[in-house]
């Protein structure tokens, strides 16, 4: 019978509890279990999709084309597994089944409530769709004490209720604050957190607490005792020199041996944690470094790029090198040429993006890095800016633009209005909704032989997730072409234009998807390890 991990967080937010579920994750992997992590957020968007990146972080995007929460993104860099529209719930996603339900008239003339109704739905949705898993960890966003995470936290209290014993544990990640002027590490928050937690009915089984310092064995006592939990169940958890070392070092603490023993599994064999030290390793004693912008709107906020950073990273791990990210502002040098940020780096990525704002800024650096002969990677919204660059600057079509900013003379970038998903058509129009309206998740893409992305992908046939409302437009290709714009990836129908790539320079690539969602530390993603390598002989010319 599948097992159930609930990770619940106390005292403050931001204390790392996705990575700490998705190390856990690799952690139980790494012994053999089959395990699948699931996330639980108390707002009531439906999804992410329509939440700004400065108030929420990167919308990560599932191969079924779900708009998620960033912390899928963690787990699926950590364990490999991908996720799906069945691991992000969110209150709304929750509430708008049970309205859904109540509209239909399933429940029969009942008041619809809190409890059974929404705390119902919310089990159901811990159980479906779990596959083979042998373990299922899910973790409640928010922090406890929060009114909005009171329906998730009655829910995890009856499933462990409705569970034979031994088959949920309860892991709690709190805070232990240093003290500067009392010069001392205070147990009291945790304390009063776990409280807050038995008094909804919840005993944690284990305790991960979250310290700038090592905890002393009798402050570790004291928690222990006042808590209830066992004392080898309260786990120090220092910050680490990078996420990937969290793993390594969670284990040497005992995460995952006190999580086993609360499941009742055996938990004396060493886990096999060999692939966490090379990685590891490659991060922190790297042989070369290489500078890269990256040249985009929520450049102060950079968990507005956090799979693209990763990736980044991963690209790096593949070449033995440090990358150092150069976030640059494309708001600050708009209608400015922007050398002097970009003079240092030895390549540029244009990310994906929405809105008007920075596309003049944006459109210069890729005018920089295609004139200077700098690797340049455009990412959807940086592929299309790419086309308008071309279309512009090369192709002699002054007026080139997107549809997305207002009417133009040559709308090389236009709104996606029709396209294939699993052999049906799906049609759009600008008056549709924007929540979940985009093309999303997986789709294939053709890639022609002999060019820069074949070599690069080893491949002809690849699978990659997309997420926006604009295309550019086929119509263009033609033009494009004669400026010297290959037009290297396609739909397979030969209608939506994938990779773009400008056969005049040495690394210069647009991809209508992101590369980065399917980016590994273990396994990092072809065009993010090749961009590296580029910027890398890039910097040996300098
Ligand atoms: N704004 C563009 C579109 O909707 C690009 C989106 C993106 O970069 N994710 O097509």
Not at 251 to 274: I, K, S
């Amino acid at each position: 019978m599948t097992r159930y991990v609930f990770i619940t967080g106390g005292v403050v937010s931001s204390l790392g509890k996705g990575i700490a579920a998705a190390a856990l994750g690799a952690l139980l992997q790494a012994r053999g279990y089959r395990v699948r992590l699931r996330k639980f957020d108390p707002y009531l968007n439906v999804d992410p999709g329509t939440m700004s990146p400065y108030q929420h972080g990167e919308v990560f995007v599932t191969e079924d084309g779900a708009e998620t929460d960033l912390d899928l993104g963690h787990y699926e860099r950590f364990t490999g597994v991908a996720t799906s529209r069945a691991d992000s719930w969110s209150a709304g996603k929750i509430y708008w089944r049970v309205i859904t339900r109540e509209r239909r008239g399933d429940y029969l003339g009942a008041t619809v409530q809190v409890i059974p109704h929404v705390t119902d739905a919310i089990k159901e949705a811990m159980r479906e769709e779990v596959g083979d898993a042998d373990i299922v960890l899910c973790e409640i966003g928010g922090t406890v004490g929060d009114i909005e995470s009171l329906p998730f936290l009655e829910a995890i209290r009856q499933f462990g209720l409705e569970m034979p014993a031994g088959h949920v544990a309860y892991v709690h990640v709190t805070l232990v604050p240093w003290i500067p002027s009392a010069g001392e590490l205070k147990t009291k928050p945790t304390q009063h957190s776990v409280r807050e937690l038995r008094a909804i009915g919840i005993q944690p089984d284990v305790l991960l607490c979250r310290c700038d310092r090592p905890i002393p064995d009798a402050a570790r006592r004291k928690i222990a005792l006042q808590c209830s939990v066992r004392e080898d169940a309260v786990i120090p958890a220092l910050d680490c020199r990078t996420i990937y070392e969290v793993p390594l070092t969670y284990h040497e603490v005992g995460l995952d041996h006190a999580v086993l023993r609360a499941l009742g599994l055996p938990a004396e064999e060493a886990p096999d944690l060999a692939r966490w030290h090379e990685v590891v390793h490659r991060i922190l004693k790297p042989e070369t470094r290489v500078k890269i912008a990256i040249v985009g709107k929520y450049t102060n906020l950079a968990d507005s790029y956090k799979s693209l950073q990763e990736a980044l990273i991963h690209g790096g791990i593949a070449n033995n090198t440090r990358v150092e990210i150069e976030w640059v502002d494309a708001e600050a040098f708009a209608g400015e040429v922007p050398d002097e940020r970009l003079q240092e780096v030895h390549a540029v990525l244009v990310p994906g993006g929405f809105g008007e704002r920075g596309v003049e800024g944006k459109l210069a650096a890729v005018t920089y890095a295609r004139e200077k002969g700098l690797p340049f990677l455009g990412i959807c919204f940086g592929m299309q800016l790419a086309c308008i660059e071309v279309a512009r600057h090369l192709a002699g079509l002054e007026g080139a633009s997107s549809t997305e900013f207002g009417a133009c003379e040559h709308p090389v970038v236009g709104l996606l209005t029709e396209w294939e998903k699993g052999g049906e058509l799906v049609r759009r129009t600008g008056a549709d909704d924007l929540g979940g309206t985009m093309r999303l998740g997986a789709y294939p893409c053709v890639i022609a032989p002999g060019s820069l992305a074949e070599r690069i992908y080893g491949t002809r046939l690849i699978h990659e997730r997309h997420r926006h409302r604009y295309e550019v437009n086929v119509n263009y290709r033609p033009l494009l072409e004669r400026a010297g714009l290959r037009f290297s990836g396609m739909s397979p129908d030969g209608r939506l234009p994938e990779i773009v790539e400008l056969t005049t320079h040495p690394w210069f690539i647009g991809v209508q998807f992101h590369p980065e969602f399917k980016s590994r530390p273990f396994d990092p993603h072809p065009l993010f390890a090749a961009f590296v390598r580029a910027a890398l002989e890039q910097s040996r010319l300098v």
